[in-house]
């Protein structure tokens, strides 16, 4: 799963905006395969982590009723080349980060 | 599920918990608190005492819900909340029309209180967005139509 998420950070007085878009099915286990009538199992992003540096600026829990390809946007106190990592793990124990820099 | 992805899920799990240990993730904020339990309940205020510990809050005007109106699709409902509460601690998101009402907790560990999303909605119903701040519990509502439901099918 790699590259699974797109991350930008722009600074602007003191105040980080994150945007970052994920790639994540989110199925949320309540839905039916159309072809075979079964149900589809819950696959879903659980925890989202956001780190500046070291410190951890954002920590979220998600169920399965996010939106399928999750979009998420923040704001933060922090300063331009300050770098920025975004991770999430999902139901089924897969995991991805990305890291960028503040522009 | 077969042998061979069976495997590597277990060593996903595994590399996992082995970041968790070296220290790399730092245990208590990730892996370790996932609030089952909230996302299960079928009810606002049982998930939020599953969650945050309370199921009242206080109405406040603080707290500003951007939504649209009628949403076409049930499945991306774009969702904004900011508050201009001071010490805001976390925001959850809710949507009481769900079967499951429970959206998302976001821990803001001193950002901004100003979170932007898509979510989910079943049926026409509130957003309900709850913040924490000062150990107390304040929430605000919007009503959003929803024309196609986004959960199931």
Same mark, same amino acid.
């Given at each position: 799963?790699?590259?699974?998420?797109?991350?930008?950070?722009?600074?602007?007085?003191?105040?980080?905006?994150?945007?970052?878009?994920?790639?994540?099915?989110?199925?949320?286990?309540?839905?039916?395969?159309?072809?075979?009538?079964?149900?589809?199992?819950?696959?879903?992003?659980?925890?989202?982590?956001?780190?500046?540096?070291?410190?951890?600026?954002?920590?979220?829990?998600?169920?399965?009723?996010?939106?399928?390809?999750?979009?998420?946007?923040?704001?933060?106190?922090?300063?331009?080349?300050?770098?920025?990592?975004?991770?999430?793990?999902?139901?089924?124990?897969?995991?991805?980060?990305?890291?960028?820099?503040?522009? | 599920?077969?042998?061979?992805?069976?495997?590597?899920?277990?060593? %996903?799990? @595994? *590399?996992? $918990?082995? &970041?968790?240990? #070296? !220290?790399?993730?730092?245990?208590?904020?990730?892996?370790?608190?996932?609030?089952?339990?909230?996302?299960?309940?079928?009810? %606002?205020? @049982? *998930?939020? $005492?599953? &969650?945050?510990? #309370? !199921?009242?809050?206080?109405?406040?005007?603080?707290?500003?819900?951007?939504?649209?109106?009628?949403?076409?699709?049930?499945?991306?409902?774009?969702?904004?909340?900011?508050?201009?509460?001071? !010490?805001?601690?976390?925001?959850?998101?809710?949507?009481?029309?769900?079967?499951?009402?429970?959206?998302?907790?976001?821990?803001?560990?001193?950002?901004?209180?100003?979170?932007?999303?898509?979510?989910?909605?079943?049926?026409?119903?509130?957003?309900?967005?709850?913040?924490?701040?000062?150990?107390?519990?304040?929430?605000?509502?919007?009503?959003?139509?929803?024309?196609?439901?986004?959960?199931?099918?």
């Amino acid at each position: 799963m790699a590259k699974s998420i797109k991350l930008r950070a722009k600074a602007k007085g003191g105040i980080v905006t994150v945007k970052a878009l994920m790639n994540h099915p989110m199925e949320t286990g309540l839905r039916k395969d159309k072809k075979t009538g079964k149900m589809i199992p819950a696959h879903h992003i659980q925890e989202v982590t956001a780190k500046l540096g070291d410190k951890t600026v954002l920590d979220a829990v998600w169920g399965g009723a996010i939106s399928k390809n999750p979009y998420l946007s923040f704001k933060c106190n922090g300063a331009k080349g300050d770098s920025l990592t975004l991770s999430w793990v999902d139901n089924k124990g897969e995991s991805d980060s990305s890291t960028t820099a503040v522009s | 599920m077969n042998r061979r992805t069976l495997l590597k899920r277990t060593l %996903a799990v @595994s *590399a996992v $918990s082995v &970041a968790a240990s #070296a !220290g790399l993730l730092a245990p208590g904020q990730v892996l370790a608190a996932y609030p089952k339990a909230a996302f299960e309940a079928k009810d %606002a205020s @049982s *998930a939020l $005492s599953a &969650a945050l510990g #309370a !199921g009242n809050f206080e109405h406040s005007d603080a707290i500003k819900i951007k939504a649209p109106d009628i949403a076409e699709n049930g499945s991306v409902v774009p969702v904004t909340i900011e508050s201009s509460l001071s !010490g805001v601690e976390s925001i959850s998101l809710l949507s009481e029309a769900n079967n499951t009402p429970m959206v998302a907790s976001f821990n803001l560990n001193g950002s901004e209180a100003y979170i932007s999303t898509r979510i989910k909605m079943g049926k026409t119903g509130n957003v309900l967005a709850v913040v924490k701040s000062g150990g107390k519990l304040y929430a605000n509502k919007k009503e959003v139509k929803v024309t196609i439901g986004g959960c199931g099918g």
